[in-house]
Structure formats: C-alpha cells, structure tokens
C-alpha cells in the first residue's frame, strides 16, 4: 500500500477493466476494508535528534479489491484506496506536521495467466503490481523482498500501517508452478520501486515444500541483476571507492575515519581515535599526491549496490500431530526464516557474513476459543550500522549509514542495542466482519515525514525502544 496512486491512471484502469471482461463474467467486486489503527510509539528516535516519548500515532482509511475474468485462463486483479494520517515525527512549532494527510493508494494492479484445467492449474503467470507473502509471519519476517544488500536493512510495515502488514506488493512478473506432492516453486523478475537506485531488475526463485507437519522454502535473490544505468548502480564517485595501500584495505572515504575517530572521543577510547584520525590523514594526504601526480593513483575498486540475498525457512505445523478440533487456524505451528543480505563479503563496510544475517522464530500459541489468533515473534541480526538506507537515498552511494549521527560520531560498538527485534501481536472476532488486532512491538518502525517521505532509518534503535498500536478493521 506504499503507493501513490495518480488519479489518471486510476480513471484509465477503471475504464479499461469493463471492456477486459466484457466477453464474460463482468467485473466482479471481491471485498472491501476499512480500518482505524491507533497506538503511541513509547520510546524512539529520528535522525539521533529528534526523540520520541509517548508520541501519538494513528491512521484511517479502506480499499476494495475488484476482479475482471475472460475466460478460464485470463483475470485482471485491482485494488485501491485511501488512507489518512498524522506525520511521525510531530515536529513542535512546525504547522505541516500537525494536519491530517491523505494518499490515494494501490493495492494491487495485475493481470493473470492460468494454464491448466481446474482451480488449481500447474502454471500461473502474474504480470503488473502483485501482492506477495510466502511465509507464516505477522510482523517480522518476509526477508526476500523486505531486505536490502549493499547497504543492508530490514523493513517492516508498509509505510502507513503497522499492525499484521506482512505482505509487500512488487512490480514485475511471478509464475508459480505447483506439483504433486505438496511441491511448488516461483520466479520473480520485479522493478525495483522503493529504495535507490530505482528501476533495476532483481531475478528471485523460491522452492517451497508443505508436507503438513514439516514446511520449508529455500530461495535465493540476485539483487539488481540487470541495472537500468550500471554507472548508478555501481557508482564511481570517490567517497564509493576503497585501494590498497602499504598491505592493507583504506576507504578513500576521509569522513568515515573522521566520525570513527568522534565516536572513539566519545566512548573515551584514545587510542582508537588516535588510529582513527591517522587513517584520515592517510587519505587526505594521498588525494593530495594524487593531484599533484594521478600517474602514482592506485587502482580504485568501486563498491556496488548490486547482491546475492540466499534465503531458508521452516514450519513445523505440531497442530497435524494431535488430530482435528483441538486447535483451530494455524495455531501450535513454529515457524523460522533466515536471510543472508549479501552472500560477497566487501572490504572495510561488510567484511563480516554473520554481520548481514537476519533470523527471526515465530510461533502461533493456542487461546482455546479466546482469540483468533496470538502470535510472538523474535528477530536477531548484529550489522554494526543503524538499521537504514540513507547513504543510498540521499548521498547515492551503497555505503551503511555510518553518518547516521553527526554530534557524536560512528562507534561500531554502540551499535548492537538494535540486535534483537521482537513482536507480539494477537487478534479476536468480535462479530463476523469485524475484527479487532492488536501488536507491540521492537521491530523495524519507520515514520513518514510531514514532507511524506517515509524515514529511511527505522524509529527504533536501541532495546528501550518499542511501541503498541491497536487495529480495528470492518472487511466485507
């Protein structure tokens, strides 16, 4: 739902979906929701100045979801909406961050391409703007296309909303093949549409097997496989080069050393500010000779955003092992899902595989009637840098975000207080059609800026920082 939707092509889609079912079947409607979600964000910080304590947050708004069918093999999917909401962070004595936003938004746009007989044909194309979740999830989780390699980060949420929004919608193409057996695999080739740079293709395939008490998946993603424009994808700016010098790897990258060395001041560590600030001087006085003399530049190696994300989950469903009606949904079913964002191990910023693994564990707890559903899930990556994107988006270069705060430097060390991620979420039917859900969570929160730009760092950074949100949702 993190699209906007502009209104000409929201009439041209309308308009075009008769005529798409006009042989048969028409267009059919398929379900409509309206939600209001509210909640406070206890403890969090933006951009390491603005600190959020108890902030208010909440949001409105509905889709529908139409279908448009010719035949038995061609479908036309198309959801829409809109959504209202308050800027995250409220900047005091800033009028803009104080009013109610409103977006038109897109859930879906994408046709469907059926070969075989019955309801469940061995070959399924989708082409357009598709809604994908493959795994058991509620919060956490979904790693192949919520991560990112080169720079590393997780996301989760979708930009709006915060509570039970796992699946993430992508622009491309997906065929699904199913097999006897409990055996299906897909291949994805999507645009990317979210974070810089945009419009690069990425190949992924993903194998799944349901067997009822064991589920599992592997997959693997070649992020940005094809670039649109390979000198943005690939950068040759020289603050995105490194070289070798007297047997060992230097950034060329004076401001990295620098807000090295103020964090080592600031932990009170002089030795390492001192090695530090002498790496700095190393750069700036090599630039200088370079200048005087390019004939005595070294080979520059260039880092790029491009990557090899691999990816393993399991489920183990105990709910199989005890028969019908004890439990009910997909309770008693553990489940886990591991993601490597980027297999290549690069000098000086990613030179730690472990580093850029994320694994979270989930498991869904019988309530014996009381709720619908009570979920717990728990997440752990230790990347050495802020949980962001902002070197990619605003500096365009696939470096971490290791200038995240410009008051107090870069300490590897401090950054470890965002390792474990949790969630809690749990949901209850209070009348058919109506369902109240509710979470809280020390997950990947971004806010979206009265500017409308969705934060590029997550909210919450250090294990103090959580927040709660309740949803109630009216579905037709």
Known sequence: MRNFLNPVCFAAVLSALPAAAEQEGGIHF?????????????????????????QWVQRFGGTFDLEAKRGDHLSLYFGTGSIFWHAVPLVVGNSAAKVFYGDAVLTKAFAQFSFGEGENPALVGKLGFIPVKYGNSRNLGEYLFRTGTYPDYIVTGNGYTAVNTTTTAVLGTQWTQRFSGG??????????????PLHDLSLTYLAKYKGGFLNAGLGVQFDRLIPVKPSITTPTEEKNTWFEYQGRKIANNPEYYQLLAAGATHDGRTEDAARWTAEKNVVDSLRKAWEADPAVRPALNKFSFKGIKPLAMVALDFKSLFGEGLFRNDEMTLYTEAALMGWENRPIYYEKRMDRVVAMVGFNFPTFGLLDNLNMEVERCTSPFVNGYRNAR???????DYNYDQITGYDPEDWHGDDLKWSVYLGRNIMDGFQVQAQAASDHLR????????????????RPDWYYAIKLVVSL
Request: charge should be negative; avoid cysteine; glycine fraction near 8%.
């Open 30 to 54: 398929k379900g409509a929701q309206a939600f209001y979600e509210f909640g406070s964000i206890m403890k969090g910080v933006e951009l390491s100045t603005d600190t959020l304590t108890n």
């Open 183 to 196: 055996f299906s695999h897909d291949l994805f080739v999507t645009s990317e549409r979210q974070s810089y």
């Open 447 to 462: 806010g979206r800026r009265y500017t409308r730009v969705v934060s590029e760092n997550s909210l919450l950074v250090d």
């Open 394 to 400: 605003e500096g365009n270069i696939p470096l971490p």
